[in-house]
């Protein structure tokens, strides 16, 4: 591993490929399987650095695509690097804006040198290499950089999957070729759509170029939840063992206890905010909707057992701030999701320590739907 | 006093009227003068109520009106009274209504009996009489109410600002033989515009009903600051020294500190929040506009001495977050303003104690306009 960075297993689950590790980073430690709150723009939408301490969660995700448009990579390096810039001591995951630059639908070209592509922000035509995505990440100065890819939409051609794989590789290899810091890991992406032997492929070239982690891109783009976890089934033998395995972009909590349960070690969503700003709220026994009328008089904090800012208040409360358009309520209910997706993962790992994952997960599954969970 | 409270003056300046004190409420005391942040609705607007207290705030204002219409007074108190519902524990001021009714324009009739208007919600068709105002209060659970008066906006004839003045007094009146609590305190709403006669008969008349403090209402609503501060100085000495003086919805960090030296104990407004929101922040060097290009690559905080968790990032984060779009912009700005107006009347409160108080009220304008102040 890159200095100043270590990666430790030390339960693996006998009924599961769950396991609970520690990565170690410049910026501090990482109890995993893990959840990242996202912070796109050098900002988790709603919360303030403080509460998204309290919340559990260790490490944080910024993208450098959306940095890089504004204010710039290297604006944030002069203001203190991304850490100071967003008030976040511990580490920092950037992702290189591959998916952005794809999904943003702002491409203009695609070539085996880098991406064209016009900014969301003033239209300015931009060009990304997978160079310059390792030098952006590093002004930043995040702990964890991620190469640049080539994401597609599914479903799609072959050719086009297998293009855009290949060439992913290929910009693996010029990210890891470029990348001099010693306090900064590099993670590959695995790409390949939902084909077996793409993903395969990917996966063994890039385990060949030993990065610090590897990830599983290119899911959670509409395809359905069981590919989505028969993709994971597939490419995580292909992978090192001794190296953390990030899915990228996922998801609720069931994706999230059915990929643990395959192997996966960490993820990052935007779920817990983009839903809190929604006023829909996770709970034990499934998702709350707070501007239902049923909640109106109701005292009952959101969770009985849940220590966060938003369960200091009642259901009745929390509609009123939504009902009201008081800003409040998309704040409250971020800290509460954010807050019940680390203390989900918190559960997770201990049970994976105590060999009883499985149970777990199919109890929280009966919680959430009522039904045992599929597997 | 209503039981459960009391006021007790510790310091009177001997170059101005200024004075320090304290007013002690059943939910705690209040260090004066005081600053109290405005939560209309239930919420001080973007900022969760562990900042409120992180910034200094004794006491918050919310509004009988707001909450009356929605989610109406005998919810808050189904579901725990104002305190708990705002997850606030210490002392609430709620205002009755008055100034809400008359200025959001939807009033449709007044008589002596008492007002009628149309909700700012759904349009559905309200009455208030000072009796109702009173009882919503006390549904709320307020530790201190303002009786419901007759507010008109400035400049307008003598003819229409004597009807309100007088019909605010017989208001005042029945707001007192209706209230029965003696842990709810009320306070009597001074009136009678610019027009000195108007204002102390009114203050005379008030004074002679024994209220648990006296506001100075209709001010800050379209007159120039040397009218509000000369209409401030006339009225007070028609007062009892011995309760609190409370200038309501005033204003600015000058307005604030001219009106603590002719003697003014108590403050609320929207400003710290609302130009909070427009990205706009007060410092001891005046005012800054977070949006102004030339923040991009400042690396120091809004104010060096400001422990506030805005502080803790360069004004070019800030700024960022502005141009981003992010919530975290108003929010951290929020918080930011409300801790300067705190720690502006905590720095008044022991200049008052140490004697020195028109010394650092000209200190400030120096620092604020780069002049020395008016008087």
């Not at 890991?185 to 170029?209: H, K, M, N, T, Y």
């Amino acid at each position: 591993m890159t200095s100043g960075f270590a990666f430790c297993v030390h339960d693996q689950d006998s009924q599961s490929a769950a396991r609970r590790s520690t990565l170690t980073t410049p910026h501090g430690d990482v109890e995993m399987p893990a959840f990242m709150p996202v912070g796109t723009q050098g900002a988790v939408k709603g919360v303030t650095a403080d509460h998204v301490v309290a919340t559990g969660a260790q490490m944080v995700l910024s993208n450098a695509y959306h940095l890089a448009v504004r204010p710039g990579a290297e604006i944030v390096r002069r203001l203190g690097g991304l850490h100071h810039f967003m008030g976040w001591s511990g580490p920092i995951l950037t992702d290189s804006g591959g998916f952005q630059v794809f999904s943003l639908q702002r491409l203009t070209k695609v070539t085996d040198e880098g991406v064209e592509f016009r900014s969301h922000v003033d239209g300015a035509k931009i060009s990304l290499t997978p160079e310059r995505a390792v030098q952006i990440q590093g002004d930043l100065g995040s702990d964890i950089a991620m190469v640049l890819d080539h994401v597609v939409s599914l479903p799609n051609s072959r050719d086009v999957i297998e293009d855009a794989c290949r060439r992913s590789i290929r910009w693996a290899q010029r990210s890891l070729a470029t990348s001099r810091s010693d306090q900064q890991a590099l993670f590959g992406i695995v790409q390949g759509g939902l084909d077996q032997p793409l993903r395969i492929e990917s996966a063994e070239a890039l385990a060949e170029l030993d990065f610090d982690g590897y990830a599983i891109g290119g899911l959670s783009v509409g395809e359905s939840a069981e590919d989505m976890l028969r993709t994971i089934e597939f490419t995580i033998p292909a992978l090192p063992a001794g190296k953390p395995r990030y899915l990228m972009g996922v998801g609720r909590p069931e994706d999230i206890l059915e990929a643990v349960a395959r192997g996966i070690d960490l993820f990052d969503c935007v779920m817990p905010t983009r839903n809190g700003r929604n006023a829909m709220a996770f709970t034990d026994s499934g998702t709350l909707r707070l501007r239902n009328e049923r909640h109106r008089e109701d005292t009952r904090p959101l969770e009985e057992t849940c220590d966060c800012l938003a369960c200091r208040h009642s259901r009745g409360y929390l509609r009123h701030l939504f009902m009201s358009g008081e800003m409040l309520g998309p704040i409250l209910l971020s800290i509460h999701n954010l807050t019940y997706y680390q203390r989900l993962l918190q559960t997770a790992r201990t049970a994976i320590k105590d060999g009883r994952f499985v149970e777990f997960k199919q109890q929280m599954f009966q919680g959430w739907t009522g039904t045992a969970a599929a597997g």
